[in-house]
T-cell receptor
Framework: RKEVEQDPGPFNVPEGATVAFNCTYS??????FFWYRQDCRKEPKLLMS???SGNEDGRFTAQLNRASQYISLLIRDSKLSDSATYLC????????????FGSGTRLLVRP | NAGVTQTPKFRVLKTGQSMTLLCAQD?????MYWYRQDPGMGLRLIHY???????AKGEVPDGYNVSRLKKQNFLLGLESAAPSQTSVYFC???????????FGQGTRLTVV
């Protein structure tokens, strides 16, 4: 079983739609949680960190459920520029911390 | 501010050749990572380092070696390249390992 699992999509939505992505992780000792965005053939960039209390950044809301080992990302009022792959990322402790990525969920926003 | 710089950006190797990918960061970060990304696979951790002189294996370390002789540099070596190592390689660095990681622009490697 992969440490971090995501629905690969693609999610194909019209502009203005609300879309939600989910992610599950297998290591209950995971420490930190993030959503990264990756545009085609580019490097991943941090979209937002995810906290137990939930956090919001403009149209983006992230939630963490430690009991269920589940992370979510909600995008409201989708824009064409939101089209990208969204990567769920978890920090786990082995002998030291390491960043583990999910395989990503692709979002296509159409006019 | 350069951030994380990867060298080279593109390379074509013949099976059996060796090469070294260089990752350099100017942010004084302790943690550095090497990932490979294949279509539909996301980023898979090859090796990582938690400080100068340290290295550790990730999810897919076989066929690769690394060194971190200087804090700012993390080298990824392929001793005998195989077609299965055709991929996009990303390097990243982070101050502590539990906060944001910053990525280089990637190296596109083709092994023929």
């Amino acid at each position: 079983r992969k440490e971090v699992e995501q629905d690969p999509g693609p999610f194909n939505v019209p502009e203005g739609a609300t879309v939600a992505f989910n992610c599950t992780y297998s290591n209950s000792a995971s420490q930190s949680f993030f959503w990264y965005r990756q545009d085609c053939r580019k490097e991943p960039k941090l979209l937002m960190s995810v906290y137990s209390s939930g956090n919001e950044d403009g149209r983006f809301t992230a939630q963490l459920n430690r009991a269920s080992q589940y992370i979510s990302l909600l995008i409201r009022d989708s824009k064409l520029s939101d089209s990208a792959t969204y990567l769920c990322v978890v920090t786990t402790m082995d002998s030291s911390y390491k960043l583990i990525f999910g395989s990503g969920t692709r979002l296509l926003v159409r006019p | 501010n350069a951030g994380v710089t990867q060298t080279p950006k593109f390379r074509v190797l013949k099976t059996g050749q060796s090469m070294t990918l260089l990752c350099a960061q100017d942010m004084n970060h302790e943690y550095m990572y090497w990932y490979r990304q294949d279509p539909g696979m996301g980023l898979r951790l090859i090796h990582y380092s938690v400080g100068e002189g340290t290295t550790a294996k990730g999810e897919v370390p076989d066929g690769y070696n690394v060194s971190r002789l200087k804090k700012q540099n993390f080298l990824l070596g392929l001793e005998s390249a195989a077609p299965s190592q055709t991929s996009v390689y990303f390097c990243a660095s982070s101050p502590t390992g539990v906060i944001e990681a910053f990525f280089g622009q990637g190296t596109r490697l083709t092994v023929v």
